[in-house]
């Protein structure tokens, strides 16, 4: 099963918006609303930040928001953060093998 | 608390054996999918396998199928990741998560996200 494609990196000044774009297939992100995304601090673990394509878990701020058309979800990121430069992932369910897969991940700059 | 208590760091040569562990604690271990993420060094997360630890009904992903073992042993709310042989390109860093899942019909169960994630265990294989 191949990973979906995300841009490499990102960058944005302090409290302008980002878009993070996750491009799959119609067997994962455009087949099912089960897209998520998870940010990485460097040497912390993921931590899961969007899931169900446009929900918040309990304590994520609401500057994180996701959407998706067809085969590509994306990650907003609004009022850009110096603590949010970090690595962004998302994730499916992918019927190709009734299981998993990651996004080959964005690196997230704040300038 | 939920949380996800994973064993510490290994430095092995080639072809030695590793058995990796992942506790659960705060929620009924039994009640939900595991699953095993590598992480290699400056590299993306990868989906390795998952485990349900109520029945041990586990599944991998092609890349991992025959390259690594998923257990779980219920009685003490722990999984396990594990290799009979290990290689230079297993240095990385392995992360368990507790993944969220919905049952489709069958054997047949949508992989949603996961949720809780363990702090990592680092593996180093060199000679």
């Known amino acids: 099963q191949s990973a979906l494609t995300q841009p490499a990196s990102v960058s944005g000044s302090p409290g302008q918006s980002i878009t993070i774009s996750c491009t799959g297939t119609s067997s994962d992100v455009g087949a099912y609303n089960y897209v998520s995304w998870y940010q990485q601090h460097p040497g912390k673990a993921p931590k899961l930040i969007i899931y169900d394509v446009n929900n918040r878990p309990s304590g994520v701020s609401n500057r994180f928001s996701g959407s998706k058309s067809g085969n590509t979800a994306s990650l907003t990121i609004s009022g850009l953060q110096a603590e949010d430069e970090a690595d962004y992932y998302c994730g499916s369910y992918t019927s190709s093998s009734s299981l998993y897969v990651f996004g080959t991940g964005t690196e997230v700059t704040v300038l | 608390e939920v949380q996800l208590v994973q064993s510490g760091a290994e430095v092995k040569k080639p072809g030695e054996s590793l058995k990796i562990s992942c506790k659960g604690s705060g929620y009924s271990f039994t009640g939900y999918w595991l699953a095993w993420v590598r992480q290699m060094p400056g590299k993306g997360l990868e989906w390795m396998g998952i485990?349900?630890?109520?029945?041990?009904?586990?599944r991998y992903s092609p890349s991992f199928q025959g390259q690594v073992t998923i257990s779980a042993d219920k009685s003490i709310s722990t999984a396990y990741l594990q290799w009979s042989s290990l290689k230079a390109s297993d240095t990385a860093m392995y992360y368990c998560?507790?993944?969220?899942?919905?049952?489709?019909?069958?054997?047949?169960?949508?992989?949603?996200?996961?949720?809780?994630w363990g702090e990592g265990t680092t593996v180093t294989v060199s000679s």
């Open positions: 485990i349900y630890p109520g029945d041990s009904d586990t």
């Open positions: 998560a507790r993944h969220r899942a919905g049952h489709c019909g069958g054997d047949c169960y949508y992989f949603y996200y996961m949720d809780v």
